[in-house]
């Protein structure tokens, strides 16, 4: 066995980067913040064992420059590197860098970040592995002539995806066989422009459904399920809501993900923390594989709380080369755990990011009650990253104890200075479309438009 971390770099900033701080805190390992200058007064910069500024405030010269970072692991002589989540964390370039100068990454390898990264390669794994994909092209879609097949074999509505989309973009949706060449070349064009990979697939469009993803967590050799996570109330494609378990699922479709959640993670070779993406159809009751994140997510905390593992301390666990104690009969899931992500954000206005200087803040507390943020009285928001300020993760005996907890919890948070999500969270938690669980992806803005209550 490989002796374990001792250092750790965290790339990344915000309430990511101080949750790893306390991860590594506990763990004995030495954190390393590498933050902007605009995160110089930032709560995890303070309570990291050492900080060192890796550039100015554009993530392009700071979180997302590759060549700092890595100046930045080897000048403070650390084992790993802890990208969290975003800028660099899927990025397999990054990845094959840490390789090549000898700094470990904690995370899959850059040979998996890309093949996962590529959401045509991902899908011809997945079917090898026996996971249900998405009616659809099996490769790349090169012309129209080949498009105007697809859509013969599957019928319109269409959904064109970018292959090297994520997080909701390179996306459009086809009606009709009218417009499918246009469309074809527009989104072709796109995804040329925005990802540099002009590449695209074709999938049925499917009108009725949930999105459900399974975290996974893996050694090598053994691969573990923690879980679905419920994501389906999202406005913009953007998550908003999560819940875990999910109220659309029965035991019998919940042990077939997480069947093919491990099953793709073996035919792959996974190793680390990892999502492993479905679309739930509410009509046919069936699921389809659609991506995989190669690294932890913004809604681990979910998961977290209905299992009892430290999914970070996993990470770090594996990455200095130590097995997995736990076996799947291990991962009991208790109770129901549900998270709001509270933005500095304006719903009367679009939902506009307000970053400022927050005047006053309180925590909620009380039984079964987490709340994952940086932020601090007194403390500026810069206007130059995510407006995500925390995460709050309510966690109940079932889901109305969950949903009551989350609204009371909402209700306690205070911070001010700046307009956030909150009041708006529990909104869509006192809706009743979302305390039936019987609600899909247009459920968010059906609720903005008057049309959901």
């Known amino acids: 066995m490989a002796e374990p971390l001792r250092s750790v770099l965290i790339a ?69 590197i802890h990208p969290g989540y975003g800028f660099l964390s899927e990025n397999a370039d990054f990845a094959k860098l840490c390789e090549e100068q000898g700094v470990g990454f904690v995370g899959p390898s850059s040979d998996i970040i890309r093949r996962m990264g590529d959401k045509i390669e991902a899908k011809i794994i997945a079917r090898r592995a026996g ?4 009616p659809g092209s099996v490769g790349a ?7 105007r097949a697809v859509a013969a074999d599957v019928g319109f509505p269409l959904l064109i995806k970018a292959a090297a989309g994520g997080g909701g973009r390179g996306m459009r949706v086809v009606p009709t066989a009218d417009t499918l060449e246009k469309d074809l070349a ?27 993803e399974i975290q996974v967590i893996s050694d090598g050799t053994t691969v573990l399920s923690v879980g679905e996570r419920d994501c389906t109330a ?16 029965d035991d019998t479709l919940r042990k077939g993900l997480s069947e093919a959640a491990v099953a793709l993670c073996r035919e792959v070779g996974y190793t680390n923390a990892g999502t492993v993406e479905f679309v739930f159809d509410n009509v046919e009751r069936t699921y389809y594989f659609i991506e ?26 594996i990455a200095g080369g130590q097995p997995l104690t736990i076996t799947q009969d291990d991962v009991v899931l208790t109770g129901h755990a549900i998270e709001c992500r509270i933005n500095a954000e304006d719903p009367d206005r679009g939902f506009a990011p307000g970053p400022g200087r927050i005047s006053a803040f309180r925590a909620p507390g009380g039984p ?52 956030t999500t909150a009041a708006f969270h529990q909104r869509i938690l006192s809706s009743d479309g979302f305390r039936s669980g019987e609600f899909n992806t247009a459920f968010v803005a059906e609720l903005l438009d008057g049309r959901a209550t």
Not at 33 to 61: F, H, M, R, T
Not at 141 to 147: G, L, N, R, T, V
Request: charged content about 25%.
């Open 12 to 80: 990344n900033r915000g309430e990511i980067a101080l949750r790893i701080v306390r991860a590594c805190r506990e763990l004995g390992i030495r954190s390393v913040l590498a933050y902007s200058e605009a995160d110089k007064d930032s709560l995890p910069v303070q309570l990291a064992d050492q900080a060192v500024c890796i550039g100015p405030a554009p993530v392009k010269s700071s979180y997302r420059n590759a060549v700092a970072i890595i100046s930045a692991a080897q000048a403070y002589k650390v084992d790993a």
């Open 131 to 134: 996971v249900p994909t998405v």
């Open 141 to 147: 879609i090169a012309e129209y002539e080949e498009a």
């Open 186 to 212: 527009e989104i072709m064009s796109e995804a040329e422009v925005a990802f540099g990979d002009p590449s695209v697939y074709i999938e049925r469009y499917l009108t009725d459904i949930r999105h459900v």
């Open 234 to 249: 999202q406005r913009r494609n953007q998550k908003l809501v999560e819940e875990s378990p999910s109220p659309a699922l």
């Open 292 to 317: 995989m994140n190669t690294r932890i997510q913004v809604e681990h905390p979910v998961s977290e709380m209905v299992s009892g593992i430290d999914l970070i301390k996993l990470q770090l666990q």
């Open 368 to 419: 079964g009650v987490r709340m994952d943020t940086h932020i601090q009285a007194g403390y500026s928001i810069p206007p130059f990253y995510d407006s995500m300020i925390g995460k709050l993760i309510c966690w109940g005996a079932d889901r109305d104890e969950a949903i009551a907890r989350a609204l009371g919890a909402l209700g306690e948070l205070v911070v001010d200075g700046v307009t």
